[in-house]
């Protein structure tokens, strides 16, 4: 069984947002404090995985306690998904032995680009995947499709029943295979609004509508959205993630 762990469900500001005076980011709720998004999934204690690894990626690990790491997957290249990269290489040194980090062509290309002092010291391993594929980790398979986030491709993960959606505007036709029988579904949901970039609340309800999800969780979520307030917005199978949040898959 896998345990699923957000570090972080928060967009590229995070929440609070400096300086801002709005009531979500002046909150005393917890669940409104949001680091960027970040998932850390442990299967058996034998196999542990990190999806992104932002700028808070070091607190966010110290915080749940994290000291192992067997391999991890960037969805995209946006900073709020791999600038916290060189916090990694703490796990070379501790493993003896370089990390292996999975990610499309497109976010190797930029990693090892603009850290490359990583992967020249074979402190972390770049491993290209496609944007429609399966990763072996460990003996642990996991798939990949596309997905569009703007004026680029981010990738969505499924493990079993589980998906990770995150930054996500729409799905290629494509990928809807990938999108049948969910169990539990982590969803981007920026602003009420949708951008270019990102998904709204009106295609959360239309995503679960045409897919049937049993369970989702909103992720990516801006200053906007209030916690309590949106959440009784919501249908019932649909709940707002927050840091900390750890369930079973």
């Known amino acids: 069984m896998w345990k ?15 300086g801002c ?12 404090k949001r ?30 306690n994290i000291t192992k790491l067997d391999a991890v997957i960037l969805t995209h290249p946006h900073s709020d998904h791999i600038a916290g990269i060189d916090n990694l290489r703490v796990f070379a040194y501790q ?12 976010t190797v290309n ?21 944007d429609y594929g399966t990763v072996n980790i460990k003996g642990k398979e996991i798939t ?9 491709n981010s990738l969505g993960i499924r493990i079993k029943n589980f998906v990770y959606s995150n930054d996500v505007r729409e799905f290629p036709r494509k990928s809807y295979q990938f999108l049948s029988k969910i169990d539990v579904w982590m969803l981007d949901c920026l602003q009420v609004i949708a951008t270019d970039a990102h998904a709204g609340l009106n295609e959360v309800m239309q995503w679960n509508k ?14 906007t959205i209030d916690y309590y307030g949106i959440q009784q917005m919501l249908s019932r199978n649909i ?5 900390g949040l750890e369930f079973y898959i």
């Open 4 to 18: 699923v762990i957000v570090l972080g469900c928060g967009p590229s500001l995070g929440v609070p947002v400096i």
């Open 21 to 32: 005076k709005c009531s979500v980011c002046m909150s005393n709720i917890k669940f409104n």
């Open 35 to 64: 680091l960027r998004s970040s998932l850390y999934l442990q299967y058996n204690h034998e196999v542990s995985i990190l999806i992104d690894s932002g700028c808070d990626i070091r607190f966010q690990l110290l915080r749940a």
């Open 95 to 106: 493993n003896g032995y370089s990390l292996d980090v999975y990610a499309n062509v497109e």
């Open 110 to 130: 930029y990693i090892t680009k603009n850290y490359s002092y990583l992967f020249e010291r074979n402190l972390l391993n770049a491993i290209k995947i496609d």
């Open 144 to 152: 990949t499709f596309q997905q569009n986030h703007g004026d680029i």
């Open 210 to 223: 045409q897919f049937m999800p049993k369970k989702i969780y909103l992720t990516n979520m801006n200053h």
């Open 239 to 243: 709940a707002l993630a927050y840091d």
